[in-house]
């Protein structure tokens, strides 16, 4: 069980991160988090000692988060089938599943907005930023790498294109699903990429 601490901290950083993806990181302030978060600017202080280190640890709770919610999606798709191109389709296809049930247009990329505004932001959270979108390479590409040492690729790109493909597709679905306020616009360009990878490595 979490301690109180914990629960402290944990609501900073949901609330913290909420704010940022609706108002961007320099458009939120310590004040307005502290105020959000029901907690007094000691409380604040007493776990982030200012922005900079609260924007690391926002950043590494949402690269776990998208981590373990990858696996889990992944994991699930290898217990139901051994095949790897299979594996692959129905992976994504979790994942749209998944866009289509959210209750309303996905929220935002925490990585994104902080790119976004990487100017203002100090070099371990940028290299942190990075590192998150190169670990969703290192997991797409891995799988996408077992499909292609099966299936002949029908088309010239290398595993880590298509894993970039991926995360393109992802990023550019929320962004154009918020600015549209179209919550189906995610998981159907999720669907489009399923679709290229079945022709990429059918003969």
Same mark, same amino acid.
């Given at each position: %069980?979490?301690?109180? #601490?914990?629960?402290?901290?944990?609501?900073?950083?949901?609330?913290?991160?909420?704010?940022?993806?609706?108002?961007?990181?320099?458009?939120?302030?310590?004040?307005?988090?502290?105020?959000?978060? #029901?907690?007094?600017?000691?409380?604040?202080?007493?776990?982030?000692?200012?922005?900079?280190?609260?924007?690391?640890?926002?950043?590494? /709770?949402?690269?776990?988060?998208?981590?373990?919610?990858?696996? %889990?999606?992944?994991?699930?798709?290898? *217990?139901?089938?051994?095949?790897?191109? $299979?594996?692959?389709?129905?992976?994504?296809?979790?994942?749209?599943? $998944? %866009?289509?049930?959210?209750?309303?247009?996905?929220?935002?990329?925490?990585?994104?907005?902080?790119?976004?505004?990487?100017?203002?932001?100090?070099?371990?959270?940028?290299?942190?930023?990075?590192?998150?979108?190169?670990?969703? /390479? /290192?997991?797409?590409?891995?799988?996408?790498?077992?499909?292609?040492?099966?299936? @002949?690729?029908?088309?010239?790109?290398?595993?880590?294109?298509?894993?970039?493909?991926?995360?393109?597709?992802?990023?550019? #679905?929320?962004? %154009?699903?918020?600015?549209? *306020?179209?919550?189906?616009?995610? @998981?159907?360009?999720?669907?489009?990429?399923?679709?290229?990878?079945?022709?990429?490595?059918? @003969?």
């Amino acid at each position: %069980m979490a301690t109180k #601490g914990e629960r402290t901290r944990e609501t900073i950083l949901a609330t913290a991160e909420s704010l940022v993806l609706k108002n961007g990181y320099s458009g939120t302030s310590i004040d307005q988090i502290i105020s959000e978060s #029901g907690i007094t600017k000691g409380g604040f202080f007493y776990h982030f000692d200012g922005k900079n280190d609260l924007a690391k640890h926002m950043v590494l /709770r949402y690269l776990d988060q998208d981590a373990r919610f990858f696996q %889990m999606l992944m994991d699930r798709a290898h *217990e139901l089938t051994d095949d790897p191109l $299979q594996q692959m389709l129905i992976f994504v296809k979790l994942m749209a599943e $998944q %866009m289509a049930e959210l209750p309303d247009t996905h929220p935002g990329c925490l990585v994104a907005s902080f790119t976004y505004e990487s100017n203002i932001l100090n070099d371990e959270v940028r290299q942190l930023t990075a590192e998150g979108v190169l670990s969703w /390479r /290192r997991l797409f590409s891995a799988q996408l790498e077992k499909v292609a040492n099966v299936y @002949p690729m029908q088309v010239d790109h290398s595993p880590d294109e298509l894993a970039d493909m991926l995360t393109s597709v992802i990023e550019g #679905g929320i962004i %154009m699903s918020r600015c549209l *306020e179209d919550k189906s616009l995610l @998981p159907k360009q999720l669907i489009g990429y399923r679709n290229f990878l079945r022709l990429a490595f059918t @003969p």
